[in-house]
């Protein structure tokens, strides 16, 4: 499967973002899909996981209240929307899918595939 996130950008403190992470090759409703971000001289983490059909989810601390993840299988497509951001939620966001589990979770390593990316910058 092949990931483009997209949706990142300037925001200022407090605005909202919808990423979106589109798939294309096999049918996307057989992958379980995550979104994790990396700052600059951090280490990836995890922000949120969604199920196979979109019936379970998961967030970090940080994102709890404040995000929302969803997917449109039909649409092939998966979101984050962002609320109320923060200038530390300033990072590259980027899509994850796998392929073997229902529901990936937050290890990195649960997930065969990644997205090249995506921007987000929160001014304050």
């Known amino acids: 499967v092949q990931l483009v996130e997209s949706g990142g950008g300037l925001v200022q403190a407090g605005g909202s973002l919808r990423l979106s992470c589109s798939a294309s090759g096999r049918t996307f409703s057989l992958y379980a899909m995550g979104w994790f971000r990396q700052a600059p001289g951090k280490e990836r983490e995890f922000v949120s996981a969604?199920?196979?059909?979109?019936?379970?989810?998961d967030y970090e601390d940080f994102g709890k209240g404040r995000f929302t993840i969803s997917r449109d299988n039909a649409k092939d497509t998966m979101y984050l929307q962002m609320n109320s951001l923060k200038p530390e939620d300033t990072a590259v966001y980027y899509c994850?899918?796998?392929?073997?589990?229902?529901?990936?979770?937050?290890?990195?390593?649960?997930?065969?595939?990644w997205g090249q990316g995506t921007q987000v910058t929160v001014s304050s």
């Open positions: 994850a899918a796998t392929l073997t589990r229902y529901f990936g979770g937050y290890v990195p390593t649960n997930y065969d595939y």
């Open positions: 969604i199920s196979r059909s979109g019936g379970v989810t």
